[in-house]
């Protein structure tokens, strides 16, 4: 069974920072695409950050030079270093990835169950 499991939310004030962690584990052969996405109370859920095997980096705009992404390829693990987060950040953080589960051969997106970050004004 493919899991991606988060870490690293909570409370912070604003201008404040966090780390936000995510494993992926089961039978996987490949991982392709990770990335965060994030949703607000009554708002569509958003990319926030995205990265290729290769290394290539998407960034939402809303975010782009306080937060940077990055992976551990040999750990199967993306991370999201957020900085000078503001209260507008404050959102559940999921982790996704596009992945060849080794059980079923196939390729499909797979999402973590979320961890909440909230940022006081």
């Known amino acids: 069974q493919v899991q991606l499991v988060e870490s690293g939310g909570g409370l912070v004030q604003a201008g404040g920072s966090l780390r936000l962690s995510c494993a992926a584990s089961g039978r996987i052969v490949s991982i392709n695409l990770m990335g965060w996405h994030r949703q607000a109370p009554g708002k569509q859920r958003e990319l926030v950050a995205s990265i290729t095997g290769g290394g290539r980096i998407n960034y939402g705009d809303s975010v782009k030079g306080r937060f940077t992404i990055s992976r551990d390829n040999a750990k199967n693990m993306v991370y999201l270093q957020m900085s000078s987060l503001k209260p507008e950040d404050t959102a559940v953080y999921y982790c996704?990835?596009?992945?060849?589960?080794?059980?079923?051969?196939?390729?499909?997106?797979?999402w973590g169950q979320g961890t909440q970050v909230t940022v006081s004004s």
């Open positions: 996704n990835a596009d992945l060849l589960n080794g059980r079923n051969w196939t390729w499909a997106n797979y």
